[in-house]
């Protein structure tokens, strides 16, 4: 069964996926736009952070235009939907960022956040299932593979 943006924006909230991951390679195009605009049309916040655009995940904290995205992972306090596209620079086992990252999106249970991390699959791979991971075991995948 191949998940729509339509089906994402109804049961993602009320399941509370939290933490979802996609293989880069395996979702539909447009995807991320449709589901945007679902998302919006039903009244969710929706931040999206595009990693490829940065040359390190240094870069990536002190640009001033994520400010509104890394504020809302702490503070947002209705639907909030955040796309971290192209995370792959989240992947390494030494990226202490992915560790602190972990550390909120786990911890909060008012299911407000839905997570979305699309990368190349052998970044998901060490990103959720190595056991030394930030985020092991901690996703939700919606591409098969």
């Known amino acids: 069964m191949k998940l729509t943006p339509e089906r994402f924006i109804e049961m993602a909230w009320s399941i509370n996926l939290s933490i979802i991951s996609a293989d880069k390679d395996l979702l539909d195009v447009d995807f991320i736009e449709k589901t945007t605009i679902l998302a919006e049309k039903e009244g969710i ?5 595009d990693f490829s655009s940065y040359e ?3 870069h990536v904290l002190t640009s001033i235009e994520n400010t509104a995205f890394f504020d809302a992972i702490q503070s947002a306090s209705k639907p909030t939907l955040l796309w971290f596209d192209n995370c792959d620079m989240l992947a390494p086992l030494d990226c202490d960022f992915t560790y602190r990252l972990r550390s909120v999106l786990t911890t909060r249970f008012d299911g407000v956040i839905q997570s979305v991390f699309i990368a190349r699959n052998d970044s998901l791979k ?3 299932t190595d056991s030394k991971a930030a985020f092991y075991q901690s996703s939700m995948r ?3 593979r």
């Open 45 to 49: 916040d929706v931040l999206y952070l």
């Open 56 to 58: 390190s995940i240094e």
């Open 142 to 144: 919606i591409t098969d």
């Open 126 to 128: 060490l990103m959720f």
